[in-house]
């Protein structure tokens, strides 16, 4: 199985700008969650969709969107960007399973979208 | 307030030498723990995943612990090898078992294995 993919895996923007980043989850994931990185904070969740809804979201201000498409591919946008903004942002797709008596979310990251805002 | 602190922050080992990683957390409702391996430029990868009825799980030379009562988890890597060089990070899910809790991250702790 392929694993997750993100696009573009690099990104150059200005203040002001907007973007979008785009995830493909491993096939037969529903569940997509999507993090910032960066070297003083470390990872922070962002939000969590689970067929098409948004099921989870962290304590990001609402320049921070997302999405989830039917085949469970998802998009992250982010609005008039500031120089903080500059991070690794990280896709995750969850497998959901039991396993010895317990249920989990296994989480599978793709490699990154590096963003820098200049 | 639910926290997740590892230590040490970061690490400079020998090649073949043994070494442990720690994580402490204050996350309650407690659901299960895991440890990533992160290389540099690139996304986590999961390691292992315990519940609180887990006390050790390996994966090859990673074995880790859990002690659910003193809310303490360690990482422990056997035999070191360069490509061990990478930022551990220790995540703990806050929740009822549920399919998605909310997970709280630590900040990772740089493990540099040299030759």
């Known amino acids: 199985k392929a694993g997750v993919t993100q696009t573009p895996r690099y990104l150059i923007k200005t203040r002001g700008q907007q973007v979008t980043l785009s995830c493909s989850p491993i096939?037969?994931?529903?569940?997509v969650s999507w993090y910032q990185q960066t070297p003083g904070q470390g990872l922070q969740f962002l939000f969590e969709?689970?067929?098409?809804?948004?099921?989870n979201k962290g304590n990001f201000p609402g320049r921070f969107s997302g999405r989830q498409f039917s085949n469970s591919r998802s998009e992250m946008n982010v609005s008039t960007l500031e120089l903080g903004d500059s991070a690794l942002y990280l896709c995750?797709?969850?497998?959901?399973?039991?396993?010895?008596?317990?249920?989990?979310?296994?989480?599978?990251f793709g490699p990154g979208t590096r963003l820098t805002v200049l | 307030k639910n926290q997740v602190e590892q230590s040490p922050q970061s690490l400079i080992i020998l090649e073949g030498k043994n070494c442990t990683l720690q994580c402490n957390y204050t996350v309650s409702p407690f659901s299960n723990l895991r440890w990533y391996k992160q290389d540099t430029g690139r996304g986590p990868v999961s390691l292992t995943i315990m519940t609180f009825s887990e006390n050790t799980k390996s994966n090859g030379r990673y074995t880790a612990t859990l002690d659910a009562d003193t809310k303490q988890s360690s990482l422990h890597i056997t035999a070191s090898q360069l490509s061990d060089s990478a930022s551990y990070i220790c995540v703990v899910s806050e929740g009822y078992g549920g399919a998605t809790n909310k997970l709280i991250f630590g900040t990772g702790t740089l493990l540099a294995v040299q030759p």
């Open positions: 995750a797709s969850s497998l959901e399973y039991e396993g010895q008596g317990a249920r989990r979310n296994e989480q599978f």
């Open positions: 969709y689970f067929s098409e809804t948004q099921r």
């Open positions: 096939s037969g994931h529903r569940s």
